[in-house]
């Protein structure tokens, strides 16, 4: 390869980098499990792996040269992979052995070797791929691996390579460049800090004025070097490797320093003083002491109990929590506190900065950490100097002298550069002043919060800044990652390899079993006994050097190892009953399976604790309270760590109760445990334990905390027992929370706080489950409480909660000496009820003026001892409509009498009101006197109805005003008195009773518009009304006369009309023709009540009246309307008088005729009637009675009767009475064409049905009939027949809206028969009564529905409805599952045969004298579909050829008897056309063999339904079949097979005739 192919003319090398550039470096430590230091190091695509071991005992003593100085071993290998060229390097390869030297050579003078004398240090150097700079790739990833092994070094090694090409310098060459002709390359290793050359390695010449540029060009690129394996050394820090070599991260470190160390006794006086001194110290250090976050008006805010944080519950404890804590010493059992690593500090100004820091090292704190601490020899020593970095004379010699210090103390050192020679605020600089004023006094007091902070006369700290702050963190935390860390590692393997071997050992083994099984025999001297008298062990010994290792895996967080260690220790404790040290490795097991991911049962853990503090207080020589308050308070923040409040109440309550200052704090934390529990908050332990907080606080004298609890479980238990539902628990905690408010108001009477105090009194009035006698004690208290409190006549009364009134339950009646409820409902033809609707206008209650409104209150004592409510009064508030008469009065209330109410018990207190002005009254609440002493009041006040019509509504509880207790006052309101008088209890099914509406009109104006409304209209005949003057007692219900036709014919309107609203007066279709009812008229209104169906029936009526004259036409126009309405509601039970049933059956006379019949069935026994008279009403058919009734005679009086449990049946025959031509398919053909607009056009249906002429068939049973057409009977039934009509269409068709109904559907069908039995009771009271039945099905075809459901033929126009197509389809769906669900088998065509009575002469069979005779039929084919025409196949069969159809079949047909031989002659086959409703005969002949009765119901009919539109004669040859449109809808007999239902019996006489 020629040097011009190694850099192009841009300047770019052959792999794209430019001639300064450093390949891809990817590295991190600590990547193999088993060696003491790892790396695993990438440069481009160099990869190398490195694994270091040691310091250890060398192998071979012959290897150890110099006995002060570790010895450096490289073993250097390449993969047989590594490069293209496939081949593996034995051991003995010179040019590994060369590498091999180089890095020895580098790290010999890099490594601070007198630190590990007598020992070897192992690097082994894997090249897993090579491409260049192989030696500078080995050397980085070496330096890597001995930091990650904790070897002491000056600094880092880096390496990089340089070439020339072309005079241009080449930086980090790769395997191309490397082996390029004539390339000079060189390797450089260089200490990044100190800049002094480690290696040089160059294999070829180089002219000697480009050596300078090309070294100076690898130095450059060991500094970016330096920067990559630094960034992995922290990296490599922060992860760290567990007991069982698995990798973990370590993210986070607290850091704690301290400038004296000595361990002290703790007395347990001392500490009970300490704990108490830092109660109080807590407590008076938060100013919001009276503040509760979770209660607030007697409920508790469930976002906050849900919230982890309860810090701002009770903030003295987070306080007391972190300065007890804080104020933690080192002991002797254990090493939390004891110093790993000393920190010596030296000034770079001095003259000898080393000898100062030496003679650091010989201080007496320092000798009293090697010799007293548990670290000992080990602790690490850490050095740092600090420099002025604005003194720049001495800058240019620091460096030096920091370099002096590292090569003398090694890499464990640091330089920091903080200003101290200018003060800020000289300077002018202020801004840090604020932030850094108080570090030290704050850190003081954090570090001994029990000992007093002395004011120095020095601010220090002054002369700081913040980025002095910053560099000495940074100071701190180097520190920590590159010393700390890696020496605590390093210890952690050293104590774990030699606890291992110590106890493997046989010595070892004997030495547990001594102690083991001869007790004190086996003690050693490393048993000691400590300042307090509790026995310890020496430092140096295996369960001290145990515990460390527990310790110092705990500090780093590997939890898992740490546990496993301390049961270790644990056991070797309690076997040398060291209880102290015991006690110290149980708590630190608890605490590492709750540090630990997976969570243990509470069995596990719970256990540690409860043993740890048991040992701490009862079996150590000297209780250590100050270490049982700390195992709880670490205990209890774990488990509120890990949401486990139900176990922190036990585990707080471990401590002594005998401290009240510490109990208190205790017991109101475990309070608020139990507010956390998992399901729902347990108010009842809360309160308890807040109590007895409350207790303690007093006893230490923080009254202002045992006044919080106090009120918390006021609260607390007020939220409680508004949610419980458990009276007899709640008994319980009501005289509890009667306790507490009492020493509340004690409290606050000592304090002549008569506000508070008489607030808490006021609370006691208000429960029945405490004693009479304490009651009788509160109360008189209470009122002692206001004579002394109060100001004078005018003191404002006071709101008690005795009595107690529902406002829910008060009710306001307007004119009370009226029967029926009084309110402004909104009307609306429809058949719904009047309604009221909020925020209408005219809706809620009103009165007119001078009107007197009664006002009805439930008032009940909750006491058990009497009090007496006088001058008991409303407190109402008036909004006047007018501003003119301010004069007149605007209302008057008056005062009820006294009240007496004994304990528990309950009365109604009614205070009338009389408005004198317009405008709106609203009740407020009632006040009175309690006792003849205490002025009271109390608010009747209830929230609206919640809104929900927007999304804020929706998302927020928003309610409307409450109308309730509001009414207005309106001097045109009508004043209608309505009286409902003489209505029955009880009725006989189908038996009418006469009632009486009267209605008066008291006020001032005309009332228009009076109208009914009916909840079941079937139920009610109201008739026309009359004056007061006229007596119609005696009236009946039904109109007796002579002289009934059978058959009669009337036109009536078929709508479908609302049959519930009754207008009486003022309306165009009104009973009456009075415009009104003047002021001071009155009117009486029969109002026949009839028992429909059998049962017990809650009936209601409103009547409503209205002042306004456009009230008429509006309810005509089916409008809302608001009208002053009263409600009556009445019960009515309905015994069974009599049964009818009705079935059809097919006429054998006509196709086109039915027989009906009746059943009547009388159920009573004890009861007679007389059938009076059978009315059919129909458009299409006649019936009449198949047996004419005889004239009555005198003797006769009742010629049809129905006695008792008697059942009596009545036939009758329906036949056509007009003829097809005459036929009246109005009805039906109207619901197929506005139900057909109504799915598939835009435009609604607007045009109603026409009127039906219907035929009255009427059957007088009796002596007299009933008329029942030209009677107001008839208004009845019509309404009857509507409710009955559109209750069946809501059921039929739930997907039409009610208000299209009367624009689809007509009120009478053409085929559709009514029935009505009248009947009168024989003798006794000769009550009188009808039945009826609607919708007699004849089994005419009525498949018209399902016509509408295909479109039209101009096809389906986009819906008009708001729904989609897919809704509309549903629609169809429905009315078409609906129809083929309910319809029964229908036969649209009939076939009737008659024979003629005559015999033709006989003929002789071949050659057989037999006579043989023939006979004529008549054939008629009925069409009973009105809609459309049929084209038929009629085949006549006779036996013979029945027999031979059926031969193939196993089935055996007898033909004796009327099935004897006989034979149809000439045309067997026929096909015709039948028009609709109307039917064809034909003419055939049979022969038969002997006479007598045949049957010859022998045929087939086959037949296809053509088009409505096309009847012509013209068309009959070509039938057009009826197009389906939609194939599943189409009509039910399209195509239909026909066969005899039924026999057809002739009879064949004996007539022979000879030949």
Not at 667 to 688: D, G, I, N, V
């Amino acid at each position: 390869m020629s040097r011009q192919e190694l850099l192009s003319p841009e300047g770019l090398r052959i792999d794209g980098r430019r001639a300064n550039e450093l390949r891809r470096i990817a590295c991190r430590a600590s990547v193999l499990n088993t060696a003491d230091g790892s790396s695993y190091y990438e440069q481009g695509n160099t990869k190398v792996l490195v694994a270091v071991f040691g310091p250890r005992e060398p192998r071979q003593r012959t290897t150890l040269q110099q006995h002060d100085q570790a010895i450096i071993n490289v073993e250097f290998n390449v993969a047989p992979f590594s490069t293209s060229e496939r081949r593996k390097r034995s051991k003995g390869d010179k040019r590994l052995l060369e590498i091999s030297s180089f890095v020895r050579q580098t790290f010999e003078g890099a490594v601070q070797r007198s630190v590990y004398p007598r020992s070897q240090i192992d690097i082994y150097v894997h090249l897993l791929q090579h491409d260049g700079g192989m030696l500078e790739a080995c050397v980085n990833a070496a330096t890597l691996a001995l930091v990650d092994a904790g070897i002491s070094m000056d600094d880092y090694v880096c390496a990089c390579t340089a070439g020339l090409v072309d005079e241009q310098p080449l930086l980090d060459l790769n395997g191309q460049e490397e082996s390029a002709i004539a390339m000079p390359g060189l390797t450089v290793a260089v200490l990044p800090r100190s800049g002094s050359i480690a290696l040089l390695q160059m294999e070829s010449k180089m002219h000697a004025t480009k050596l300078d540029d090309v070294m100076q060009l690898a130095i450059e690129g060991c500094k970016h070097i330096h920067t990559k394996l630094d960034e992995a050394v922290l990296a490599a820090a922060n992860d760290l490797a567990d007991g069982q070599g698995a990798p973990y991260f370590l993210d986070k470190l607290t850091v704690r320093f301290t400038t004296d160390y000595k361990i002290e006794k703790h007395s347990q006086q001392q500490s009970r003083a300490d704990i108490d001194e830092l109660v109080h110290k807590s407590a008076a250090d938060e100013s919001e002491q009276q503040r509760i976050p979770f209660l607030s008006d007697g409920v508790v805010d469930a976002d906050v109990v849900k919230s982890d944080d309860i810090a701002a519950w009770a903030p003295w404890y987070i306080q007391f929590r972190q300065q007890w804590v804080a104020s933690m010493q080192a002991t002797e059992h254990e090493s939390f506190m004891h110093p790993v690593a000393c920190l010596l500090v030296a000034s770079g100004s001095e003259e000898d900065p080393i000898g100062a820091l030496r003679r650091l090292q010989q201080q007496a704190v320092v000798q009293r950490v090697q010799s007293q601490s548990f670290s000992g020899v080990s602790v690490l020593f850490y050095y740092l100097l600090v420099h002025d970095g604005r003194d720049v004379g001495a800058m240019q010699t620091i460096d030096q002298t920091f370099e002096q210090v590292r090569r003398t103390f090694g890499q464990n050192s640091a330089l920091v550069k903080i200003n101290s020679l200018t003060d800020s605020a000289e300077s002018g600089d202020t801004s840090d002043r604020s932030k850094i004023a108080g570090i030290w006094s704050s850190s003081q007091a954090a570090m001994q919060p029990l000992v007093p902070v002395p004011q120095p006369a020095t601010e220090y700290g002054g002369m700081l800044s913040m980025r002095d702050v910053a560099a000495l963190r940074d100071a701190v935390k180097q520190m920590m990652v590159r010393s700390v860390v890696p020496h605590m590692q390093y210890m952690i393997r050293v104590l774990s390899d030699q606890t291992a071997n110590q106890r493997r050992g046989i010595t070892g083994r004997l030495f547990s079993a001594g102690r083991r099984y001869f007790g004190a025999a086996g003690k050693t001297s490393s048993i000691l006994t400590g300042v307090d008298g509790d026995v310890y062990f020496g430092y140096d010994s295996p369960e001290a050097q145990l515990r460390k290792l527990a310790d110092y895996s705990f500090m780093l967080k590997d939890f898992r190892f740490a546990q496993a260690v301390y049961q270790v220790a644990r056991r070797d404790f309690q076997t040398e009953r060291a209880w102290k040290c015991y006690a110290g490795a149980q708590e630190m097991v608890g605490i590492c399976k709750l540090m630990q991911e997976i969570q243990a049962t509470r069995a596990e853990f719970d256990s540690n604790f409860d043993d740890a503090v048991a040992m701490y207080l009862h079996k150590t020589q000297t209780p250590c309270l100050h270490l049982a308050v700390r195992c709880t308070i670490i205990y209890y923040e774990l488990l509120k760590h890990h949401r486990l409040y139900a176990f922190a109440p036990p585990a707080l309550l471990r401590l002594p109760a005998s401290l009240s200052a510490l109990h208190a704090m205790i017991s109101e934390q475990a309070a608020y445990a139990y507010l956390k529990t998992p399901l729902r908050p347990q108010l009842r332990k809360f309160s308890f334990y807040a109590m007895v907080a409350s207790r303690e606080y007093q006893k230490a004298g923080i009254g202002e905390l045992a006044h919080r609890c106090l009120r918390m479980v006021r609260l607390s238990l007020g939220a409680r027992l508004s949610t419980s539902s458990d009276k007899n628990s709640s008994g319980s905690w009501l005289a509890i929370e009667s306790h507490v408010n009492h020493e509340l108001g004690l409290q606050c009477m000592t304090a002549q706080n008569y506000d508070q105090a008489l607030e808490h009194f006021m609370a006691l009035m208000g429960s029945d489950q405490i004693p009479p006698k304490l009651q009788a004690k509160y109360l008189q208290e209470l009122l002692q409480l206001y004579l002394e409190g109060s100001t004078g006549a005018d003191a404002a009364p006071v709101q008690l909660s005795v009595p107690s009134i529902d406002a829910q339950k008060a009710r306001v009646i307007m004119s009370p000496e009226l029967e029926g409820t009084d309110e402004v409902l909104l009307w609306k033809r429809g058949g719904a009820a009047p309604s009221s609707q909020s925020g209408t206008a005219g809706s809620g209650a009103c009165c007119s003026v001078g009107e007197n409104v009664a006002v009805l209150l439930m008032v009940k004592n909750p006491l058990t001892v009497g009090i007496t409510l006088s001058q008991f009064t409303l407190d109402c508030e008036f909004e006047a409509a007018d501003t003119d008469s301010k004069s007149q009065p605007e209302f008057t209330v008056s005062t009820a009498d006294t009240v007496v109410l004994e304990g528990g018990q309950t009365s109604m207190v009614t205070v009338t009101l009389t408005p004198q002005r317009a405008g709106s009254l609203t009740i407020k609440g009632a006040s009175y006197l309690l006792c003849d002493i205490l002025p009271a009041y109390k608010p009747l006040v209830l929230p609206g109805k919640r809104l929900n019509d927007t999304l804020e509504q929706r998302v927020t509880a928003v309610y409307a005003p409450e109308t309730h207790l509001r009414f207005r006052v309106d001097p045109g309101w009508p004043r209608l008195e309505a009286m409902l008088e003489e209505f029955p209890d009880s009725l006989m099914s189908g038996s009418m009773q006469r009632a009486q509406l009267r209605l008066i009109n008291r006020g001032t104006l005309p009332c228009h518009a009076i109208t009914l409304w009916l909840s079941h209209p079937s139920f009610f005949d109201v008739t026309r009304p009359h004056n007061d003057s006229d007596d119609d007692s005696g009236q009946s219900a039904y109109s007796y006369t002579d002289g009934i036709s059978a058959t009669e014919e009337a036109e009536v309107a078929n709508v479908l009309q609302d049959s519930s609203m009754v207008v009486v007066l003022g309306g165009a279709s009104a009973l009456d023709s009075a415009e009104c009812l003047e002021s001071g008229d009155s009117v009486c209104m029969p109002v026949w009540v009839r028992g429909d169906r059998v049962g017990a029936h809650a009936l209601s009526m409103f009547v409503g009246a209205s002042t306004a004259q456009t009230a008429p036409s509006q309810l005509d126009a089916a409008k809302a309307v608001a009208m002053r309405s009263r409600r009556f509601d009445v019960d009515l039970v309905v015994t069974p008088s009599l049964r009818v049933n009705a079935f059809v059956r097919p006429s054998m006379r006509s196709p086109h005729e039915r027989i009906v019949g009746i059943e009547v069935e009388n159920v009573q026994a004890d009861l007679s009637v007389e059938l009076v008279q059978t009315t059919f009403t129909s458009g299409y058919y006649e019936l009449v009675p198949l047996q004419a009734r005889r004239a009555n005679t005198a003797s006769e009086t009742h010629e049809l009767k129905v006695g008792p449990r008697q059942t009596v049946n009545l036939m009758f025959r329906a036949r056509p009475l007009r003829a097809a031509g005459e036929l009246q398919t109005a009805p039906e053909q109207f619901t197929v064409d506005a139900l057909q607009q109504y799915i598939f056009s835009k435009n609604k249906p607007t045009v109603l049905p026409r009127s039906i002429t219907l035929i009255y068939s009427n059957a007088v049973l009796g002596a007299q009939g009933i008329d029942c057409v030209h009677s107001p009977l008839q208004a009845y039934i019509l309404r009857s027949q509507a409710h009955r009509r559109c209750s069946l269409l809501r059921t039929a068709f739930p997907l039409i809206p009610e208000e299209h109904q009367p624009r689809l559907f007509p009120l009478y069908e053409t085929f559709g028969i009514d029935f009505v039995l009248f009947w009168r009771e024989i003798g006794g009271s000769m009550r009188a009564g009808h039945h009826s039945i609607s919708g007699i099905d004849l089994g005419v075809p009525h498949d018209y529905i399902t016509a509408a459901l295909n479109p039209p033929a101009a096809g389906a126009a986009r819906a008009w409805l708001t729904d989609t197509v897919n809704e509309r389809d549903a629609l169809i769906r429905s009315i078409a599952n609906r129809f083929q669900s309910s319809r029964r088998h229908e036969r649209p065509l009939d076939v009737a045969m008659h024979c003629v009575q005559t015999a033709e002469s006989a003929a002789k069979l071949a050659k057989t004298p037999n006579t043989f005779y023939i006979a004529d039929v008549t054939i008629t084919v009925y069409n009973h579909s009105w809609r459309h025409k049929y084209a038929f196949k009629l085949d006549l069969l006779s036996p013979s050829q029945l027999k031979q159809r059926l031969s193939a079949t196993d089935v055996e047909l007898d033909f004796s008897g009327a099935r004897s031989g006989w034979k149809w002659l000439d045309t067997t086959h026929y096909e015709l056309m039948v028009p609709p409703m109307d039917s064809v005969q034909l003419h055939a002949r049979l022969a038969c063999c002997a006479p007598g009765m045949i049957d010859i119901a022998l045929w087939e009919l086959y037949a296809k339904a053509l088009d409505p539109n096309g009847s012509s004669a013209d068309s009959e040859t070509k039938a057009t079949i009826v197009p389906s449109g939609h194939p599943k809808y189409g009509p039910q007999c399209v195509v239909c097979r026909l066969h005899p239902l039924h026999p057809t019996l002739v009879n064949i006489k004996p007539f022979s005739m000879n030949e």
